[in-house]
């Protein structure tokens, strides 16, 4: 097993006493995969590609069969049937190896604390402090052991905390045949942070007849429901003459832009809006007198109200073109992703099939509605059900970003639970 290079205590403990799964997640989180949306190569990053290698090593220490890293970098592995499972549908389990490029990740010096309750002094000057005044959700980790960065990376726990999960489970299942579960394939895929994760999943390949990520989120969290998703990329033409001799005669992009955007709900923005609120969200916007391009995005929940917004947004393009004659404004609206809820609703089971798993494991589920997307909705969308389940770290994509040990074992045992509960399901569909 790979071992953490620059371990760091902060608290008088030793090393050897954390749990293998904590150990193996510092091992991992140690080695910087940012993707990069600048790339167009897969993997975005030939760090990637090395970390794979590195994963399919210890796939098959831990006793995985049939493990592979294609081109694109995507690692697939096999845990083969517990004898007498061998006809049940096959359970696929997903976690992505890439970490965010939001923030950075050169050097990962995770470290390991107690956390009492007191301010967590990340960085030596004391600059990067985590705190339950400035982090209310720390609140539930008191007297916990954190896994944190020192202050200038991110963590990466998002989504590490995930493939150690699943690294751990075929170790795990390896060491303790007896332990009754379906033929279970594990996937660790490239990208998901820059929108690319299941690109390269071949799914007849990947053989599974359903599946769970393990992604983000608290303990206890189940998602089964994410955002309907659309962009709109919204041209406006002008005619542009010298301002001096213009009256009657010019017709400014720049203005009609602005009433595009000042005719938008201002009360159904991201900054206005929570739970399952949808919105509208214009993105970016650039141009001149002659020519202005905006871009939107649009999020709904709900079927009907998501396609009643992209209407809106051709409605007003057309009310434009009344005024400013037909031509002016062109609207191009792609739909992006889709609520997995209605892609999972024939497959009933293996949504219970989660849900007893996160209550065998003794944990509180919360099933709260994602205001984003999900690899797994995108894998639902293809026929795939996937709905995801928590790994435990908290504050993505930022220098705060920690994993609570507990969490990290939460998220563990309600994989060993699927597993068990694998061996139990008989048909997805119901
Ligand atoms: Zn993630």
Redesign the pocket.
């Known amino acids: 097993m790979l071992q953490p290079q620059r371990p760091v205590r902060m608290d008088s403990g030793r090393f050897e006493d954390l749990p293998r799964i904590a150990r193996r997640f510092l091992a991992y989180a140690e080695m910087d995969t940012a993707s990069d949306p600048s790339s167009g190569a897969s993997p975005s990053t030939r760090r990637q590609l090395a970390f794979a290698q590195i994963l399919a090593i210890e796939l098959r220490e831990a006793g995985a069969e049939d493990v592979r890293v294609s081109n694109a970098g995507v690692v697939t592995a096999t845990i083969p049937a517990s004898p007498g499972a061998e006809d049940r549908p096959v359970m696929g389990l997903l976690a992505?190896m890439d970490t965010?490029p939001e923030a950075p990740s050169d050097r990962i010096l995770p470290r390991v604390a107690d956390f009492t309750g007191e301010p967590l002094r990340l960085d030596e000057a004391g600059e990067r402090v985590l705190s339950i005044e400035t982090h209310p959700e720390l609140a539930r980790h008191q007297g916990e052991r954190l896994i944190v960065t020192d202050g200038r990376t991110l963590l990466g726990a998002?989504?590490k905390a995930?493939v150690a999960v699943l690294v751990e489970l075929a170790a795990h299942l390896a060491d303790r045949p007896e332990t009754p579960h379906a033929k279970i394939r594990l996937a660790f895929t490239p990208d998901?942070?820059i929108g690319r994760g299941t690109d390269h999943l071949p799914l007849e390949e990947f053989g599974a007849d359903y599946a769970y990520t393990f992604?983000?989120g608290e303990v206890g969290e189940l998602e089964t429901e994410n955002f309907h998703a659309a962009e709109a990329r919204i041209v406006f033409r002008g005619v542009n003459t010298h301002p001096g001799a213009a009256k009657g005669r010019m017709k400014n992009a720049l203005r009609m832009a602005g009433d595009f955007i000042g005719s938008l709900p201002k009360k159904e923005s991201p900054e206005e809006t929570e739970g399952r609120d949808g919105f509208y969200h214009p993105t970016r916007i650039e141009g001149s007198v002659a020519e202005a391009r905006l871009e939107l995005i649009i999020r709904d929940f709900d079927r009907p109200s998501f396609e009643a917004r992209k209407r809106a947004v051709m409605a007003l393009a057309e009310a434009l073109n009344a005024v400013h004659g037909e031509g002016s404004v062109t609207a191009d609206v792609r739909d992006q992703y889709a609520n997995m809820k209605e892609g999972l609703e024939a497959f009933g089971p293996v949504v219970e099939l989660a849900r007893e798993a996160l209550r065998r494991a003794g944990l509180e589920l919360r099933e709260p509605p994602v205001r984003g997307g999900t690899d797994g909705a995108m894998l639902t969308a293809k026929g795939l059900p996937t709905p995801n389940l928590f790994a435990g770290g908290l504050y993505?994509h930022s220098v705060f970003e920690c994993l609570p040990i507990p969490s990290l074992e939460a998220a563990f045992a309600a994989a060993l639970e699927l597993a068990r509960g694998s061996a139990e399901l008989k048909a997805v569909r119901g």
Request: hydrophobic share 10%; charged share 50%; aromatic share 10%.
């Open positions: 992505h965010s998002d989504d995930g998901e942070e992604d983000g993505f």
